[in-house]
């Protein structure tokens, strides 16, 4: 018998097949699978991003920096390999960054007490005015190693093709569902999302699990953050604006529970896949502006907030 914990995930799986099928029946060339592979070439980096933040939605935090510590790590990137740094030393300082920074956060919000909306939300300051600390113009990147990883196509039987971005995102959704279901790590952050008190009560290590729950998403931001100067090739104070706002939508429309508890990286990923599709139905018509984007995930949200009331409401959602 299908388990209610399950519905909005099948839902948003349900609603990505809807989508994919208008647009097959309504655009020439759409119903391909390099369509779908170029879904996740667009927004690799997204998806890095979302697997962290699903983690931190998990464990009934949020995590506001996502999008300025993607733009911090193009600009420390672009600015040390210009300076003639190896791509060797850039790619693993960058993501150490990230790491400390996430970590830095977490243990503010546990130690103190505060808010991780407040906490997440002067990291995301921090982040982004580090970055025009470092410059206010673009750090072109012209790095034989960057541009190398930028264009290598990964070639796949039929002449479909993905990009290294693509091999990297999935890799880190393996691991997310690995660290989720089948880690004391994963059950730790479930049981601090499903209730805080509770997990203290039981002798969980509530710090330490949040800590490591926010040092996690500012890995995966920070490596959002490499993938995204594979994309641009360049680094910018103003890269990413706002997608930590999309790397929530896309939480929240893959099933996630806002108020924490309930979560899978596979809804995640479909969620990702959804904004994808709705920017690639607005390509494919021609005549439709960009911020229909935003409408479109205005709506779903709204749509998938109320869908989770209606299951937590009546407790038809088993916490695990």
Known sequence: MLKRQYIPILVTIGLFALMFTIGSFRYT???????????????????IAAVGMTFVIVSGG?????????????????????AGWPP????PLVLTIGSLFGWGMGAV????????????????FLARGLCYVISINTITIDNAFYTSVAQTKVNLPGQNFISISVII????????????HYTRFGRNTYALGGSEQSSLLMGLPVGRTKMTVYMFSGFCSALAGV???FYML????????????DAIAAVVIGGTLLTGGVGYIVGTFFGVLIQGVIQTI????????????????????FMFILLQRLFSGRSWVHRR
Do not use: C, R
Not at 88 to 91: A, K, N, T
Not at 170 to 180: E, P
Not at 234 to 243: Q, W
Not at 289 to 301: A, D, H, N, P, Q
């Open 169 to 180: 995102a999935m890799l880190v959704v393996f691991l997310g569902i690995y660290m989720a």
């Open 234 to 245: 360049s680094g910018y104070g103003l890269h990413a604006m706002g997608m930590e706002l």
């Open 88 to 91: 060797q030393l850039v790619i």
């Open 282 to 301: 607005i390509s494919f018509e021609g005549t439709l502006s960009s911020w229909w984007t935003k409408i479109v995930i205005g709506i779903l949200l």
């Open 29 to 47: 060339g759409f119903f391909s699978l390099q369509v779908i592979l170029n879904l996740l070439i667009d927004n690799a980096f997204l998806l």
């Open 109 to 124: 919000i546990h130690y103190f007490k505060i808010q991780p909306f407040i906490v997440t939300l002067a990291g995301m």
């Open 62 to 82: 949020i995590d506001l920096s996502v999008g300025s510590m993607i733009a911090l790590t193009t600009m420390v990137s672009a600015s040390l390999v210009q």
């Open 227 to 229: 993938v995204f100067t």
